[in-house]
């Protein structure tokens, strides 16, 4: 069974930090590029950070550019976020999810290219 478990939220003030882990089971991990994925209420769910398989090339939304890290290790099947000074904007609804790559369309509710998805976990920030 494909699992992706993320952990790590919670409510922060305005300037903290914050480590999101997924951890995944039930495929090959190392084939997958793995990416976080944002949902804030009201708002459609945005792809915040992704890490390739093949060369661990990253990619970051705008938003977070220069606050968050994306990484992951191979031999315990995890992915981390580490989120840094941290904005009330940045509430949301965090979601780990693995694809062969980081490109993804959406459509008709369904996220193609991304195969599996985490049950997500709130972060928030308080101003």
């Known amino acids: 069974e494909v699992q992706l478990v993320e952990s790590g939220g919670g409510l922060v003030q305005a300037g903290g930090s914050l480590r999101l882990s997924c951890a995944a089971s039930?495929?090959?991990?190392?084939?997958?590029?793995i990416a976080w994925f944002r949902q804030a209420p009201g708002q459609e769910r945005e792809e915040v950070s992704c890490m390739r398989s093949s060369d661990g090339s990253t990619y970051y939304a705008d938003s977070v550019k220069g606050r968050f890290t994306i990484s992951r290790d191979n031999t315990i099947n995890t992915v981390y976020l580490q989120m840094n000074s941290l904005k009330p904007e940045d509430t949301a609804v965090y979601y780990c999810?693995?694809?062969?790559?980081?490109?993804?369309?959406?459509?008709?509710?369904?996220?193609?290219?991304?195969?599996?998805w985490g049950k997500g976990t709130l972060v928030t920030v308080s101003s």
């Open positions: 039930g495929f090959t991990f190392s084939d997958y590029a």
């Open positions: 999810a693995a694809g062969r790559t980081c490109s993804y369309y959406y459509a008709n509710g369904n996220y193609y290219g991304m195969d599996y």
